[in-house]
C-alpha cells in the first residue's frame, strides 16, 4: 500500500511538471464577481473546499472535466458581495490552486492538517435534551479546556467535532490511560438511559477539515434515513432529482434549493466522500434560490444502477443541504476564554429553556468567540423577555443578538433538530456517566 501510493504521488508530481496547473483571476470581465479559472487534477471539491475556507461567497460555476484535468470557473465575492481586491487573499488563492498548491494526493480527501496544539474529540450519537450541556460539564470536570467546536444536529442525530486541551499545562493530552477515561465517559454520556443506542467516540491529534469531517460523521451515522415521526415541512426540503442519461452514460443531478453559504461545498464534498466524480456541473445562486446540476460517475465508471442508489443518492444530498441549515434566533458571545465557559454557558440555555440547533465555538488570542443558534425547547416562538434575562446573567456586552426576535414568532415550528442543548428536565449527575462511584 505504501509504495503504490508513493507511486501514485510521484506520477502525480510528473504529470503537473508536464502539464502544471493553472490559475487566472479575473476582476474585469464580471461586473459584480471576480471570476476564478482553475486548471488542474485536484477533485473539484478540493478547488471548492479552498474557496469556502476562506469564506467566499460563490455565485456562480462551471465545473468540465477533460482527460483527467478538471477546467473550474467560479464567480466568487466577499462576505458582503463585493469582488475580492485584496492582494494578500489573491495570491494566496493563486498559490493554493496553482502548481506550489500545498495539497498532494494522500492528504486531499479530507484536508488534513497536523496539529499538536490540542486534542481532537468527534462524538456521534442520538440527539436529546441537554446532551451538549452533559458533555461539556464532563470535559470541565475532566480538566478539559474546550478551544474550539462545531456542533451540528439533524434527523434526531447530533455530532461533534471538539478541540481540547489540558487545564494545566494548555497543550494536547496525550497520556493514552487518560484519553481512555475520557472516551469512556463521555460515550456513556452519549448513550445515556439508552445504553444499546448507537454512540461513538473518537481522539485524534490531526485535526481532518471540520465541516468536511462533520459531514463524513453524520453520513457513517446515517443520519440520512427518514424516521416515521419525521416532522420536517414537505415544501421545506431541497428538491433532489437524479436521472440516467444512457447515450453518455452520466447520471444528472439536479438540486433547488434556497441558496446560503457553503451550499456548494456541502453538495459536492458529500457527492465526493459517496465515491462519486463529478465530470461536468453547472450551479447557479445570485438570487434567493440556487440551482446545481451535476454530471457524475461512481469511481467504478458507472452511473447510478438502481432505485435504491437513486434514492441513497437523493437522501444523503438532502441531508447535506439541511445539516447546516441554522434554525432560530443567532446569538453571539465574545469574552475572556477559561475553562468551563461552554459548560456554563449551555447550562443557563437549558436553565431557561432554549435549545442550541447549531454551535461554533472558537478562541483566538484568549478570547471565546461563540455562536449559537437557539429556539425555544417547546417549539414555541423564542420570548424577548427569555433572551434578556439571558443576557442579563451572561453580561449585555458579552452575549449580543445578531437576529430578530419577531421574525420567529411569526415563522415558529418545531424542529426534529431541536433537543441538544434545551429541554425541561433536571440535570443528571456525575453518578450516571461514572465519574464518581456511588454507594447508596
Known amino acids: 500500500m505504501s509504495?503504490?501510493?508513493?507511486?501514485?504521488?510521484?506520477?502525480?508530481?510528473?504529470?503537473?511538471?508536464?502539464?502544471?496547473?493553472?490559475?487566472?483571476?479575473?476582476?474585469?470581465?464580471?461586473?459584480?464577481?471576480?471570476?476564478?479559472?482553475?486548471?488542474?487534477?485536484?477533485?473539484?471539491?478540493?478547488?471548492?473546499q479552498v474557496l469556502t475556507d476562506l469564506n467566499l461567497i460563490i455565485t456562480k460555476a462551471y465545473i468540465s472535466s477533460d482527460g483527467g484535468w478538471f477546467m473550474d470557473v467560479f464567480n466568487v465575492t466577499d462576505q458582503n458581495g463585493n469582488k475580492v481586491t485584496d492582494e494578500v487573499m489573491l495570491d494566496y488563492i493563486k498559490k493554493c490552486l496553482g502548481p506550489e498548491g500545498c495539497y498532494s494526493s494522500s492528504m486531499r480527501s479530507v484536508g488534513v492538517k497536523h496539529s499538536m496544539d490540542h486534542t481532537a474529540i468527534e462524538l456521534t450519537g442520538s440527539d436529546r435534551p441537554g446532551l451538549l450541556s452533559e458533555v461539556s460539564a464532563v470535559l470541565t470536570h475532566l480538566k478539559c479546556n474546550v478551544v474550539n467546536a462545531e456542533v451540528w444536529t439533524h434527523n434526531t442525530r447530533a455530532a461533534a467535532v471538539m478541540h481540547v486541551t489540558d487545564e494545566e499545562t494548555g497543550g494536547p493530552i496525550t497520556d493514552p490511560d487518560r484519553l481512555s477515561g475520557i472516551k469512556e465517559l463521555l460515550c456513556n454520556v452519549l448513550k445515556g438511559s439508552n445504553k444499546s443506542g448507537g454512540a461513538k467516540t473518537a481522539v485524534s491529534y490531526e485535526v481532518t477539515h471540520t465541516d468536511r469531517r462533520l459531514h463524513q460523521m453524520m453520513f457513517a451515522d446515517r443520519d440520512y434515513e427518514r424516521t416515521d415521526d419525521d416532522t420536517l415541512d414537505e415544501r421545506l426540503r431541497p428538491n433532489v432529482n437524479v436521472v440516467n442519461w444512457y447515450d453518455k452514460d452520466y447520471s444528472v443531478v439536479t438540486i433547488k434549493s434556497k441558496d446560503r453559504p457553503k451550499l456548494l461545498f456541502d453538495t459536492v464534498c458529500t457527492l465526493t466522500d459517496m465515491q462519486y466524480v463529478v465530470f461536468h456541473a453547472n450551479i447557479a445562486g445570485e438570487g434567493p434560490e440556487a440551482y446545481q446540476e451535476y454530471y457524475i460517475r461512481h469511481v467504478d465508471g458507472s452511473p447510478v444502477k438502481s432505485d435504491a442508489e437513486r434514492e441513497r443518492v437523493i437522501q444523503c444530498l438532502e441531508a447535506a443541504i439541511e445539516r447546516r441549515v441554522s434554525e432560530g434566533l443567532k446569538l453571539e458571545l465574545c469574552t475572556t476564554d477559561r475553562v468551563g465557559l461552554l459548560s456554563a454557558v449551555t447550562r443557563i440555555f437549558r436553565e431557561n429553556s432554549l435549545s442550541v440547533t447549531r454551535a461554533e465555538v472558537a478562541t483566538k488570542a484568549g478570547k471565546a468567540l461563540n455562536t449559537f443558534y437557539v429556539r425555544d425547547a417547546s417549539g414555541c416562538p423564542v420570548d424577548a423577555k427569555v433572551i434578556d434575562s439571558i443576557r442579563q446573567s451572561i453580561g449585555q456586552t458579552i452575549l449580543k443578538v445578531k437576529g430578530n426576535t419577531e421574525d420567529l414568532k411569526q415563522t415558529s415550528q418545531e424542529s426534529p433538530t431541536r433537543f441538544l442543548f434545551g429541554g425541561l428536565f433536571k440535570s443528571r449527575s456525575f453518578v450516571n456517566f461514572g465519574l464518581v462511584r456511588s454507594y447508596s
Open 3 to 48: 509504495f503504490s501510493q508513493d507511486s501514485d504521488d510521484e506520477y502525480e508530481k510528473f504529470i503537473k511538471r508536464m502539464n502544471p496547473p493553472r490559475v487566472v483571476i479575473d476582476n474585469e470581465t464580471c461586473k459584480n464577481a471576480t471570476v476564478i479559472q482553475s486548471k488542474q487534477t485536484w477533485n473539484t471539491s478540493d478547488v471548492v
